[in-house]
C-alpha cells in the first residue's frame, strides 16, 4: 500500500498547506508545470518524487524530468504527461500511447481544472489535480490525494485552497 499526493501546475509556487496535506503520503507526483527547480527539489526533500515536465518548463526541468513517464505503483500501471485531456478528449499525442500501454490509471495537468473520470472503453480511471500554484485562470487551487494498494485506487480526497 501507498499513499500518493498527486498536483501539478505550481508555476514556481508550493504552498506549505500542500506539503501538508501530503504528509503522510510515501510519494508525491507532480504532472508538469513545476515552474522552478525549488519546487521540485522540496518535493524530493520530503517525499519520493515522480514527476513530468510541463510546457513551462525549461531546459534544467526538461534535462530533470521527461515529457511523459510509464510505471508501476502497487499493482496499478500509470501514465503520467502534462497534456493528456480526459475521457472522450485526449491530447492527439497521448491516446496512441493510452491505447497501446492500457494503463488502470492516468493523471495529468495543464487545465488547471480538477477532474476525476472513469474511462470505461479504456478500463482507467483519469485524475487531473487541478493547479497547485497562483499563476492561470483557475478560481481554487487543488491536489490530490489517494491510496494505491493491490491494484486498486482507493481512498480519493480532493483539497481545494483559496488563490
Known sequence: MKRIGL?????????SKVMEFFRQCDEVWHCGDIGD????DALSAHFQLRAVYGNIDGGVLRQMFR???????????VVMTHIGGYPGRYDLRIKPLLLAEAPRLFVCGHSHIAKVMFDKKLNCLHINPGAAGRYGFHKVRTVVRFVLDAGNVRDLELAEYEK
Open 67 to 77: 515529457a511523459t513517464e510509464i510505471f508501476e505503483c502497487e499493482g496499478v500501471k
Open 37 to 40: 527547480v525549488a519546487v521540485a
Open 7 to 15: 498536483l501539478s501546475d505550481t508555476h514556481g509556487w508550493l504552498d
